[in-house]
Each structure stands twice: as C-alpha cells, then as structure tokens.
C-alpha cells in the first residue's frame, strides 16, 4: 500500500528536514505486518514528494485472527487502514510530534500539502477530511468501496500525520490488531487539538476504537472533561489556542449573567451541556434550566452533568426539558436571564419572528444574552475553508453590522435595551470571532 505527501513550500525539500528523512536516501524500516520504505519520488526546490511504501508480509498476516479464507483472501496488504496507520507511526513518529530540532518554526508553520492515497475505503472521506482545512478528491475504483483519494490542504505536517494516523482506519472501520484500553490514550494524543471539535467526533471515536463501547464512552467522557471544545469551532486554528474560544465564551456568559445579578437562568438550546455545567457548578446561580429541541442532547446533557451521582441539594438546582425555543412556552416565564449561546445562527431565517416572540414576549426574563459567530473573522481561520460556514448546521453567520440590524429591531420592538461585547481575541479589521447582545429589559416609570 502507498501513500504520498507533496509540498510546494520553498524550498520544497525542507520537507525532508520536518520528517526527519533526508531526500537523498531511502530508508526501510521493520514493522509488525512487514517493512514499510521510504523514498522521495521528487526532491526539488520548487517541489517535494515522499513516498511510504509499505509491503506487507502475507505470512505475518495468517499468523492473526480469523477463519482460513479471510486470513488467505482479503483486501488487507492493499488498502490502506490500520497496518499503513502503524508504519505512519513507526516511520514519523518524531515529524508527528511535531518536533523539528533544524526547523523549529516551520514546524509549527502550515505550509501546502498535497496527501494522495491510491487505495483508500472514501465513503467517509470527504465528511472526515473536509471540517479540518482539507479538499478531498476522490477517483473511484469501479463499484468497489475503495477510491483514490488526492487530500489538498494547508497544514502543519504533524496535523496532517495526525489526521491521517487517526482517520484512515477510521475509514477503514476495521483493525488488524486487539483493540484495548491503550487505544484511548493513542486516539486521545493524536486527537489533540482537533478532535474535540470534529463534527464527528462520536462516529470517529466509536469506528477507531472498534464499536467497543466502554472504551468509546471512556474517551468521549475525556474528551469533554479536558476541554469542552463545541463542534462548530475550529479554535486549533486561533492564534491564542491555549484557552479556546468555547471556553472564552462560556467565561464571558457567566461573568455577563453575575454582573446583572442573574441567579436563576434558563439556556435556551443546552445543548450536551457545556454552558449547564458551569452554572450548576457555581453556588452563584440558584436556579438552571436547560431547554432543547433535541432528545438526545438533553440526553447527553444528562450524562456529562452526572445527575445520576449528584448530591441532593444540587440535583434540586437543575431541571431540562424538552422544547422549540420557536415555540411559546409560559413554563419559561419569571428567570431571571435566559442564555442563546450559539443557537439562533441554527434557527432558519424565516423562524426568527417566532423566536423572539417566544423568548422576549413569551419568557420575557429581564436579560437576555445571545452569542453567535462574526462572519467577518472567519477567514482568520487557517483550517476553514474559504467561504465555509463554521458548522454544517448553520443556516446563516452574520456580520457585526447584520448582528446589530437584528438585535437593535428586537430591542426596539420588545422593550429592552441592548449592548455589545465581543468575544475572543479581537482582530483590529474584523472584530472578535464571537458576538454577544445583552438585552436588559427597559425600566416603566
């Protein structure tokens, strides 16, 4: 199996110098399926590809699990997956660490790449790929599963060695070896800084670690206990990425709610939680209530609050219900605040009426705070493609000038009064990459 990287950063052959092989040799190493070779088809100052060959031992391949004839007949030494993922980690283990002790900062710099591999199961390929900064194309193999996959993008090399250590069994939806609990941990370090906010993350997670389900619910736990990262951003890409935006605006709610003494709050559109679990933390906030259209993420909400084991007095702070925020509901009536972090950008246009009527006539609490994505900053975003909203699911991403047009005509129409207040690290031509509106209910003498 094959596969191939190219870059046409100048000059191309430090490409050499971020693999740790040099583009005048080529080398072969030993792994457990058989030896994987590495060599530079081309090695120019213009443009650089390497190659990693692996040939795989078909006596080695009997010796593992699985009746005669699929250890004699399979697609394994061909098709790219589990066995091309070990010779990745074998061959670039240091390039996938992203040290560079010659190039340091290039190391840390994302330059064009070009990843091709010949062989490859591409029903996924597109939906995996393209929410990390890469264009797939994809040349099918006849009426077979399999395709050639050409994979274009700008990215560090250690994200793109990461990506693919990760994904291509993933694609695969198959391993060659036992998968135990140390599996977690190498989908958990390979994952960092990205998959926390794959849109598919649950389906990656569960197809890597082999539908084992005590070892999926383990590593999602993880992957929202170590940075509750919301699958629309791409915060890896902030040139501040050591507090992610999720965190700086779930920070900026709590200390809007707290400055207008906000105690008991609803939020609209919970979600699995992030925002809940904040507020049912902090001994501030006396009442939280959490609404959402979806079942499952109030599910989900459930399991990462961990009502089950939550003591007495805390459980009786806590209630979600199922709703659509479109629709009036007098159960939301008398909060103090209501939060829509990240939720009226899911809301088609033409249901925004019923929304505001819902929650600013219906609910009416006397503050209400809405976050959502400035347009403008996207393109700051080195692993958004141009153009791209930043999740699937988004039926618009306004301006800050279209964001104000909104927020001032319910202001206007409700009876409140409304400020702004950007979130995240704010660029001097394009604003912050998240909006807030604080509506505050005007006083009737």
Not at 364 to 383: D, G, H, Q, S, W
Request: with cysteine.
């Amino acid at each position: 199996m094959l596969l191939t990287m190219t870059t046409t950063h100048r000059p191309a052959t430090d490409l050499g110098h971020l693999l740790h092989k040099h583009p005048d040799r080529a080398r072969s190493f030993t792994t457990s399926s058989g030896v994987a070779h590495v060599f530079y088809p081309k090695a120019t100052h213009d443009e650089c590809t390497v190659a990693l060959l692996l040939e795989v031992d078909p006596i080695a391949l009997v010796r593992g699990p699985g009746s005669t004839l699929t250890q004699y007949v399979n697609d394994r030494p061909y098709a790219a997956g589990s066995l091309l993922t070990v010779a990745l980690g074998t061959v670039f283990r240091t390039a996938m660490n992203g040290r560079s002790d010659s190039l340091p900062e290039l190391a840390n710099t994302p330059i064009p790449l070009v990843v091709r591999i010949p062989a490859l199961p591409h029903r996924l390929a597109e939906r995996l790929f393209t929410p990390l900064g890469w264009t797939v194309e994809t040349t099918g193999h006849g009426d077979s599963r399999y395709g050639d996959v050409t994979l274009t993008g700008t990215l560090k090399v250690s994200d793109a060695l990461k990506h693919l250590y990760v994904l291509l069994p993933v694609l695969d939806g198959g391993k060659h070896y036992w998968v135990a609990a140390d599996e977690v941990d190498k989908l958990l370090k390979a994952g960092d800084g990205w998959l926390a906010a794959h849109p598919d993350k649950e389906l990656i997670t569960t197809r890597y670690l082999a539908r084992r389900r005590p070892l999926v619910t383990s590593a999602l736990e993880r992957l929202a206990d170590v940075d509750e990262v919301e699958p629309e951003e791409l915060d890896n890409a902030l040139a501040e990425p050591k507090v992610s935006l999720a965190a700086q605006r779930k920070d900026a709610v709590v200390a809007a709610l707290k400055d207008v003494g906000a105690k008991r709050v609803l939020d609209l559109g919970c979600g699995g939680g992030a925002l809940l679990r904040a507020l049912v933390n902090d001994s501030w906030f006396t009442e939280v209530h959490g609404v959402d259209v979806s079942a499952k993420a109030l599910q989900e909400a459930e399991r990462k609050l961990h009502l089950d084991r939550m003591g007495e007095r805390q459980r009786e702070r806590i209630t979600l219900r199922q709703s659509a925020l479109t629709y009036a509901d007098p159960a939301l009536a008398g909060y103090d605040a209501a939060v829509l972090m990240e939720v009226v950008e899911h809301v088609d246009p033409a249901r925004l009426p019923a929304l505001e009527h819902s929650v600013f006539a219906v609910a009416r609490p006397r503050t209400v705070l809405v976050t959502t994505p400035n347009v403008e900053y996207n393109p700051l975003f080195e692993t958004l493609p141009e153009g791209q909203l930043r999740h699937s699911d988004h039926r618009f991403e306004w301006t800050r000038a279209e964001f104000a047009e909104w927020a001032d005509g319910v202001a206007e129409r409700r009876g409140y009064a409304v400020r702004y207040v950007p979130i995240g690290p704010e660029d001097a031509d394009r604003g912050a990459p998240t909006q807030m509106a604080v509506f505050s209910v005007k006083d009737v003498n």
